[in-house]
């Protein structure tokens, strides 16, 4: 039963008392959050002058009420010294995240690292057998890179790689590099990396247009030992000067009296960046190296491969006699032009090896056209003079709709080598047509099919006779992150 208006509830007994006080100051605490501590002992106060609380009901609750205002005092204090905390640490506090990788980055951007990684599965079936045993069918682990790339106060980055592929001929080692990237227009590299020459060869083995590389890819520099000058002093102009032991890759300079560096430069632009077009390139580059060797070699070291890395096909003697040497000139030119889903592109090197006796040449080039049959655009691929991934548009993924990206493409590559006189069973001159198809089920995962026709000048020689030709049919499964 309730009071009376102006009745007194002295007559309450104790647990009525008590429960009529908690309900009041719930309510009157819930309706005052801001201040419901002191205001409850107000109220208190108030309840006990009219008698609905006893003294000692009184001290027990305004003491439980302190208590709880001390208890979130020190809470808020917590976490207000969390807070602080949080934000002293997040400049340097690492968050990992996979965007088509695995990388961590501070809070302030300004360091970084990534596990990379990368396995090429592929498959070569062959129309002939060759003494060359490279003829014969295989599957092949082509590539198994694991490496780590970052950066270091911002400006600091390197990448160190190794290619767990390669354990059969000790080349463990890919790429080692550390890199200066303070200003856009004038960067500083030095270790083991991509040498500046040749679009093919500067876009990654991750995301090139066929299997294998052109047979141009023989004679452009690829990874070597130096250090390079390079940058981008206004929007799609690109410049790199280099110089380079010139022995290859994993290869100290080895000779004391054959030791001059190798320099080369290259200058490439994309007009459509200049321009702010979004859906072309327009590139265009060209490269100069020069550099002397001992002529005591072949310029195709033990031969020339087809471009299904099958039969040798070239080989040659020496260029010159022990204790001389030979001055090797390389002169390159480079266009790219892609509108859309669509791309055609080529590459033309001279190789000029000269020496007291002689002056020799080969050339090399070839041409390609590239269609994205889903429509995704190759200008969003182009990056820094080069190209990278291929995002699908749809990508596919088991239960829903997107079936990945398609492309298709065509190569023609000519070879010619007729300065040189080719060792017995071999020829000097080739040329090779390959067919590609190409799925991209998401960004970092490729399967290739390609079929590739080389027609030789002269028959080569094979187990049981010659041929002619060179028929491959090669597969791969390819994943990146």
């Known amino acids: 039963m309730g009071a009376l208006p102006g009745q007194s509830l002295s007559f309450a007994t104790k647990p009525q008392r008590c429960a009529i006080a908690a309900a009041i100051a719930l309510l009157f605490g819930a309706a005052t959050p801001a201040h419901a501590d002191a205001d409850m002992e107000v109220l208190l106060e108030t309840l006990r002058a009219k008698g609905v609380l006893t003294e000692e009901e009184y001290e027990g609750m305004r003491k439980e009420v302190r208590a709880n205002r001390r208890a979130e005092a020190l809470q808020k204090a917590n976490e207000a010294e969390k807070e602080a905390k949080r934000a002293e640490n997040a400049p340097t506090e690492l968050t990992g995240r996979f965007k088509d990788g695995f990388s961590w980055t501070t809070g302030d951007g300004q360091n970084a690292i990534a596990v990379t990684g990368r396995v090429h599965a592929d498959y070569r079936n062959f129309s002939n057998d060759s003494t060359n045993a490279n003829s014969a069918d295989t599957f092949d682990v082509r590539r198994a890179y694991i490496g780590v790339q970052g950066k270091i106060a911002g400006d600091w980055t390197f990448d160190v790689t190794g290619d767990f592929g390669a354990l059969s001929n000790n080349s463990h080692l890919d790429v080692a590099w550390v890199n200066y990237g303070g ?196 200008a969003d691929a182009y990056r820094s003079s080069a190209y990278s991934a291929i995002k699908p548009n749809r990508p596919f993924k088991r239960g829903a709709e997107g079936w990945g990206a398609w492309e298709v493409g065509v190569r023609y590559t000519n070879f010619d080598a007729g300065d040189f006189t080719p060792s017995a069973g071999f020829t000097n001159k080739a040329d090779a047509v390959t067919l590609g198809l190409k799925w991209i089920p998401n960004t970092n995962t490729r399967v290739m099919l390609n079929y590739v026709d080389t027609s030789f000048d002269t028959p080569v020689a094979v187990v049981g006779g010659q041929a002619e030709d060179e028929q491959a049919i090669t597969m791969r499964l390819a994943l990146y992150f």
């Open 183 to 378: 200003y856009r227009e004038a960067q500083f590299r030095a270790g083991q990396f991509k040498m500046p020459m040749s679009i093919e060869e500067l876009t990654s083995s991750r995301f090139i247009d066929f299997q294998e590389r052109s047979l141009v890819n023989s004679f452009v520099f690829g990874k070597e030992r130096g250090a390079m000058l390079h940058g981008e002093p206004a929007r799609g102009l690109y410049y790199a000067f280099a110089a380079a032991n010139g022995a290859g890759k994993n290869t100290n300079e080895g000779d004391a009296t054959v030791d001059d560096k190798d320099y080369v430069g290259r200058v490439a632009v994309n007009v459509a960046e200049m321009i702010g077009s979004k859906n072309l390139v327009l590139h265009a580059g060209g490269a100069y190296a020069h550099g002397n060797l001992p002529a005591a070699q072949s310029p195709v070291g033990s031969g020339l491969r087809t471009e299904g890395r099958g039969m040798a096909f070239f080989q040659t003697a020496n260029v010159g006699a022990a204790g001389q040497t030979m001055d090797r000139t390389r002169s390159h030119l480079e266009t790219s032009l892609a509108w859309n889903n669509v791309k055609l592109q080529g590459e033309w090197i001279s190789t000029t090896y000269e020496t007291v006796a002689a002056s020799r040449d080969i050339d090399v080039y070839y041409a390609e056209a590239m269609i994205m049959l889903t429509g995704e655009n190759y």
